[in-house]
């Protein structure tokens, strides 16, 4: 899976997540902070991964920032994102199921080594739910 990475420091888990997603397989599309080449503000880094998600360069995206508030704030502005601030393995695992989350965002406070596996267990597991009135709440946010 090709997966967009944006964080705004090097602080806590940034650099770790990104290693752990290529150790897992992944192919890895750095934003921010983790990309000497770009602005790392949490706004600009979170919506370029964002927008990679959006336009189709990723399959999904996990932003980044000291609480993760504002990139997940950044990156729910981009048109057909979903973002989901996650916290737990349990959040990660509703925001894929319930409301087809599409990028993770992750407080670079909050989250050890052990929790970010255990979100991104929950994460990459997880899969939309079938469930018809799950599949109707995800399709009005396009009519919001």
Do not use: F
Not at 13 to 30: D, I, K, Q, S
């Amino acid at each position: 899976m090709r997966i967009s990475v944006a964080a705004d420091s090097l602080d806590g888990v940034a650099e770790r997540l990104v290693a752990v997603l290529r150790r897992r397989g992944h192919e890895v599309v750095t934003h921010g902070a983790l990309n000497g080449d770009e602005r790392d503000g949490w706004a600009w880094a979170s919506e370029a991964a964002a927008r990679d998600v959006a336009e189709g360069r990723a399959d999904q995206a996990v932003v980044c920032c000291w609480t993760g508030t504002g990139a997940s704030i950044a990156a729910n502005k981009v048109p057909g994102v979903r973002a989901a601030l996650c916290v737990d393995s349990y959040t990660a695992d509703g925001a894929r199921k319930w409301n087809d989350a599409n990028v993770l965002a992750l407080s670079l406070r909050l989250t050890s080594d052990v929790l970010l596996d255990e979100i991104l267990d929950a994460w990459l597991r997880g899969t939309p739910s079938t469930d018809e009135t799950d599949q109707a709440n995800v399709a009005h946010l396009d009519h919001i």
